[in-house]
């Protein structure tokens, strides 16, 4: 059987009424509109203004669905808006009011269609990227997913069976988010002291996830606080390695990019930053420095002058002339093996012949870039990885990889698929089990986050807000 739905002439009538009010509103206003309007308006654009919500009489399915899930927000570690929520409920409730004029009838309806497709629009790109924007508090070099469209996203929903389940599906889907928010879900039930201080922890670092771009199926991810690089496939950890990150003077940045290369036995060019802030007293002390530990001076000429010759005492920081170059050896700086991403810090990530400080529990300790416990078994995966469909070309690459190790000469492996990798800063995950783990909050950068969550800072909010 099939089941036509035939509306009244009255019902019809009110539709066609209710898109032309929307229209004149809506087109009225002039181009440029900030977010949520421009959001609102493509909205209507795309439905061709008729009502999305509502009827003749009263609010639709989707529409009490979707002001269940506004009152629900703090389910999904968002703040809610209660004067907010209240206002949506009496609109739609309005809607069921006798008595009311035509004119009335359409001003409800078009209120109501306007006020619930704001807020469902600020829901769900909540739901993505959080309620704060990630350079309101740091500098980050991790774009949010800049392809979701909140517009697109909501349009589809509407025409799923379920509504609610659609809107949610907008949440990150990486195993770290869905973990943590299984944790915060958790805390939300237990009535205790501890679970509320726990609370905002947790917030601020879905918040931190919602920040982050769509993972890869497969890709390699440095958290800071935890000292510890993964290699992730499909949720699932393939790799765990210790890792060296960047004092609380030098941090380490967070960012997303892509392993393009890696470059065995290789030479490690001085940044000036170190070059002038640690060299040059230890130079003015003792010139023979640099010769004792395998560096070699330029001068802007290319020359390579006598460093015991050179009156430290009268070379600057500022005006310092120098180049300064280790040569490839596996107790140079950068070690057996450089890992280079493309990244406005110039960081990396690199071995390190200092190995003893991965036994250490606390490794903030370097200038900004990653030091990685047992980086050639990072090396050998990436390389096997990048080849998978043709093992014994990748077999052969690996060989080639040891001897120049072994040989102490530079060789650059480039990879045909560039390897996502994501430095993250959580303090906080369940990625081990149900239990919540804390980590040290070495930048300490979680109270001011946790405060603009709650309110009490003011930092730039998602469109909406």
């Not at 996203?153 to 889907?173: E, G, H, T």
């Amino acid at each position: 059987m099939v089941c036509l739905g035939l509306s009244t002439p009255a019902a019809a009538q009110s539709d066609a009424d209710v898109a032309a009010r929307l229209r004149q509103q809506l087109t009225a206003l002039p181009a440029g509109q900030a977010e949520p309007t421009e959001q609102v308006q493509r909205f209507y654009g795309q439905a061709n203004f008729q009502p999305v919500w509502t009827t003749a009489t009263g609010a639709r399915a989707a529409a009490r669905a979707g002001a269940r899930l506004l009152r629900q927000a703090p389910e999904y570690g968002l703040r809610p808006d209660e004067a907010a929520n209240q206002a949506l409920a009496q609109t739609l409730d309005s809607l069921a009011l006798p008595g009311a004029g035509l004119d009335e009838q359409l001003a409800r309806r078009v209120r109501a269609e306007l006020l619930l497709t704001t807020r469902l629009l600020q829901l769900t790109s909540q739901l993505r990227r959080g309620q704060l924007r990630p350079e309101s508090l740091q500098p980050t070099s991790c774009a949010a997913d800049s392809v979701f469209d909140p517009v697109f996203w909501l349009l589809a929903a509407r025409q799923c069976p379920d509504f609610s389940q659609q809107v949610l599906a907008a949440q990150p889907r990486s195993r770290s988010y869905v973990r943590l928010l299984g944790a915060w879900q958790r805390l939300l039930r237990t009535d205790s002291a501890a679970a509320r201080r726990q609370q905002w922890l947790v917030a601020a670092n879905l918040q931190r996830l919602r920040w982050e771009p769509v993972a890869d199926s497969i890709y390699c991810v440095v958290n800071i606080p935890a000292y510890s690089l993964q290699v992730v496939r499909r949720a699932k950890v393939l790799r765990t390695f210790r890792v060296v990150v960047g004092a609380p003077a030098t941090p380490t940045p967070e960012l997303c990019s892509r392993i393009r290369f890696f470059e065995t036995s290789p030479r490690w060019n001085v940044p000036r930053s170190i070059a002038t802030r640690e060299m040059l007293p230890q130079l003015r002390r003792n010139p023979g420095f640099l010769d004792a530990n395998n560096y070699i001076l330029y001068d802007q000429q290319g020359r390579v002058p006598n460093p015991r010759r050179i009156n430290w005492k009268e070379v600057s920081a500022e005006s310092f002339p120098y180049v300064i170059r280790q040569a490839a050896t596996s107790d140079n700086a950068l070690g057996n093996v450089v890992f280079r991403f493309p990244n406005p810090h110039d960081i990396f990530l690199h071995d390190t012949p200092a190995r003893r400080v991965f036994g250490q529990p606390r490794r903030a300790l370097s200038h900004g870039c990653i030091r990685l416990q047992n980086p050639l078994q990072l090396a050998v995966f990436l390389l096997r990885h990048d080849l998978a469909a043709q093992p014994e070309r990748a077999q052969r690459n690996v060989e080639r990889m040891w001897d120049s190790v072994y040989g102490g000469y530079s060789k650059y492996f480039p990879l045909r698929y560039p390897m996502p990798v994501y430095v993250r800063y959580l303090t906080c995950h369940a990625d081990d089990g149900p239990a919540l783990r804390q980590l040290p909050d070495i930048y300490g950068r979680d109270a001011e986050l946790m405060a603009a969550l709650r309110g009490d800072a003011a930092p730039t909010v998602v469109a909406g807000e």
